[in-house]
């Protein structure tokens, strides 16, 4: 006998079946329609690809659950929930395919396999759901906000599982079915059926079927209209993503006349991906519980900026329909979302690389920032200063541009204007040229790269600021201006290969220039001197007993993925201990300088930068490790304000490497 199960049961009802569903899916297919319209409001965008890294993005997170097991509760919750609901929609459409098509599936070695593997996950997911609820509303995080449309979702998905299973039980015990040692759960629930007549167990098993067509049904149509919605716009957000959307911000054409906004002031200003963002957020709140402002008590949470714009998009499209009203007219800034939320992200990505769905956050906030500076003259008074001192002498200190080259004048470095042969332009960006502290740090540099044989200038005083921190602050057209002098300078030298010291300017060259024809090999000092290291080109001697921890700058790990080679430079030092912060790497903390905000004053809640210092004070170390001069400073003006200066010290990367040499 071929293994298999009885099917069709009720065909003389599938006439109400079968309208019931075209229904369902009228709805569906409405519901998601109108969504799409709201999208439609946005501005045009190009985003639809066919490339591998989208597919692989798409695959490894919505099926594989990458970024979500990083929190394993939540993430083996949701992963239950979801291979349940995988593994129901194989078995659905099987049974459609055998009874519906006549096409001989459902049965043999596969029907055996199958049968096991739905009762494995159903009963998987019921665990998962049991998860859901109490987490929801017995352990309740405080980063999650529930409505009741949470609670139906949950409700209805447990539904359809129960009752799924309650009919398999049944129909076990009234058939006899002969392979019911295949279906675990349905075998044990037929034991407690066994007892009724056979007619009330067919009675009831046709009661429940409906049930549970009625269930799944509403399921379907409720999708577009709540939270399940994520099924869709958080598998289409995954593969339409950017892997770091604020790696290479979007470019403002600052050349057409014809342009009269610049940045974001109104909600349909947005593009209609930036739109979507709001339909994928499914409020898990992971942004909300690693961003640096809202962990200091600043009044940015990534979640409630996310959803207070959607919110605002769907109340605005609403009003349009009942009045007409333009969706637009309404400033964004501060009549949805308030000032002070704009001005205290510090540009970390940190909830951009946690979002499950890849909400990008960092983008959208900086839009909000152009518009203010560029178009309304509104923001924080220390930005001008920083702004003016760009403008008038390259840098944001506002230091004579005539003294950007006296730190390496005992150093025997070639200027590119006297000896442009070299291999490899050394940018030791602003800090490195202006910044007392931070200049110890260039001139360890450039002896590393001395001691290694590295051929190596420097522009000297035709170098400028790279412009990250006037992008990030909104004012774009001081941004594009200095890249474009930069560019010029590099391109009339021949450049093809920068060392840089700051990741702020080895992100903003290696990644953003190539938009304005400034296109290099671009190395941060880190790796750059791991490579030396690995070469044998630099070979540590001296033992340093210490004990240090290292502290990950956002812009070289989140936003360039460089993890490994600061940490492969600490493992060659003879004597020294690294002790990992509880917040590193992917997770790691921000120091609080980004996104400009090394130019702002820190004037709500906790300072960002004495909380990571205490997060590294936590570790027991005597040296605080990091390869960024604004982390640089941060950490050692934290270890000031903590009163453990004179014992906890704080170095870059280049300075112990060069102590390790001596």
């Known amino acids: 006998m071929v293994p298999s199960r009885q099917l069709g049961m009720y065909h003389e009802q599938y006439i109400v079946m079968w309208s019931l569903l075209v229904l369902t899916l009228i709805v569906f297919a409405k519901g998601i329609y109108e969504r799409y319209k709201v999208w439609q409001v946005g501005q045009p965008e190009k985003r639809w690809q066919s490339e591998h890294a989208s597919w692989k993005r798409f695959l490894s997170n919505s099926f594989g659950h990458l970024r979500l097991l990083r929190d394993k509760y939540p993430g083996i919750m949701h992963w239950l929930i979801f291979w349940g609901f995988v593994v129901f929609a194989i078995?659905?459409?099987?049974?459609?395919?055998?009874?519906?098509?006549?096409?001989?599936?459902?049965?043999?070695?596969?029907?055996?396999?199958?049968?096991?593997?739905?009762?494995?996950?159903?009963?998987?997911?019921?665990?998962?759901?049991?998860?859901a609820?109490?987490?929801?509303?017995?352990?309740?995080?405080?980063?999650?906000?529930?409505?009741?449309?949470?609670?139906?979702?949950?409700?209805?998905?447990?539904g359809i599982i129960v009752t799924g299973f309650i009919l398999e039980g049944l129909r076990i015990s009234f058939t006899k079915d002969p392979w019911a040692g295949w279906t675990p759960v349905g075998f044990m629930l037929a034991k407690s059926f066994s007892q009724m007549a056979e007619t009330a167990q067919r009675n009831l098993h046709q009661v429940i079927w409906w049930i549970h067509l009625l269930l799944t049904f509403g399921f379907i149509a409720y999708i577009p209209h709540s939270k399940l919605f994520h099924i869709i716009t958080g598998s289409l957000n995954q593969y339409l993503a950017k892997d770091k959307a604020a790696q290479a911000l979007v470019p403002l054409n600052l050349e057409d006349e014809n342009i009269e906004q610049f940045g974001i002031a109104e909600i349909q200003q947005f593009t209609w991906k930036q739109l979507m963002d709001g339909d994928a957020c499914i409020r898990c709140g992971r942004c909300q519980d690693n961003c640096p402002a809202h962990l200091t008590q600043k009044p940015l949470s990534p979640k409630k900026f996310t959803q207070d714009l959607k919110n605002h998009l769907y109340e605005r499209v609403e009003k349009f329909r009942q009045t007409n009203e333009e969706i637009g007219g309404l400033a964004l800034v501060p009549e949805v979302i308030e000032e002070d939320v704009v001005w205290s992200?510090?540009?970390?990505?940190?909830?951009?690389?946690?979002?499950?769905?890849?909400?990008?956050?960092?983008?959208?906030?900086?839009?909000?920032?152009?518009?203010?500076?560029?178009?309304?003259s509104n923001f924080p008074s220390e930005a001008q200063l920083a702004f003016r001192g760009m403008e008038n002498n390259g840098n944001p200190w506002n230091i004579g541009w005539k003294s950007r080259a006296d730190w390496a004048q005992e150093l025997s470095v070639p200027l590119l204007v006297e000896d442009s042969e070299v291999e490899y332009l050394y940018w030791p960006g602003c800090s490195g040229a202006f910044d007392n502290r931070n200049k110890k740090v260039a001139i360890a540099v450039v002896k590393l790269l001395q001691k290694a044989g590295v051929s190596f200038g420097i522009l000297g005083t035709e170098e400028k600021c790279c412009g990250d921190s006037a992008r990030r602050l909104g004012n774009e057209y001081l941004f594009q201006n200095l890249a474009q002098e930069n560019i010029e300078t590099m391109n009339g030298y021949g450049?093809?290969?920068?060392?840089?010291?700051?990741?702020?300017?080895?992100?903003?060259?290696?990644?953003?220039?190539?938009?304005?024809?400034?296109?290099?090999?671009?190395?941060h000092h880190s790796e750059f001197l791991a490579q030396l290291l690995k070469e044998g080109r630099l070979k540590p001697q001296k033992k340093l007993d210490l004990q240090c921890t290292y502290h990950d700058s956002c812009?070289?790990?989140?936003?360039?993925?460089?993890?490994?080679?600061?940490?492969?430079?600490?493992?060659?030092?003879?004597g020294l201990a690294?002790?990992?912060?509880?917040?590193?790497?992917?997770?790691?903390?921000?120091?609080?300088?980004?996104g400009g905000r090394m130019w702002l004053e820190e004037h709500i809640g906790k300072r960002i930068n004495l909380e990571r210092t205490e997060q590294a004070l936590t570790t027991g170390a005597n040296t605080i490790v990091t390869a960024c001069p604004f982390c640089l400073t941060m950490l050692e003006d934290g270890t000031k304000m903590k009163n453990v200066n004179e014992t906890i010290k704080t170095k870059d990367l280049a300075e112990l490497l060069w102590e390790s040499l001596n």
């Not at 409505?147 to 979702?153: A, E, S």
């Not at 990505?349 to 959208?364: D, I, L, N």
Request: proline share 5%; glycine share 8%.
């Open 91 to 131: 078995g659905t459409l099987s049974v459609m395919l055998e009874e519906d098509f006549k096409i001989p599936i459902y049965r043999g070695s596969y029907y055996l396999v199958l049968s096991f593997l739905l009762d494995i996950f159903g009963a998987g997911a019921i665990v998962g759901l049991l998860m």
């Open 133 to 158: 609820l109490w987490r929801r509303y017995v352990i309740r995080p405080p980063r999650l906000d529930s409505n009741p449309d949470d609670g139906v979702t949950l409700l209805l998905i447990l």
């Open 345 to 376: 992200c510090t540009t970390c990505r940190s909830c951009e690389e946690q979002c499950p769905v890849f909400v990008e956050h960092v983008p959208k906030i900086v839009d909000l920032r152009r518009n203010l500076v560029m178009m309304e």
């Open 495 to 523: 450049v093809r290969k920068i060392i840089t010291s700051c990741p702020h300017c080895y992100n903003t060259i290696k990644n953003e220039y190539p938009h304005f024809g400034g296109n290099y090999q671009v190395y």
């Open 555 to 574: 812009y070289l790990g989140r936003y360039n993925d460089i993890y490994t080679e600061p940490r492969a430079i600490l493992d060659t030092i003879t």
């Open 578 to 594: 690294v002790l990992e912060m509880e917040r590193n790497r992917e997770k790691g903390f921000c120091c609080g300088a980004g």
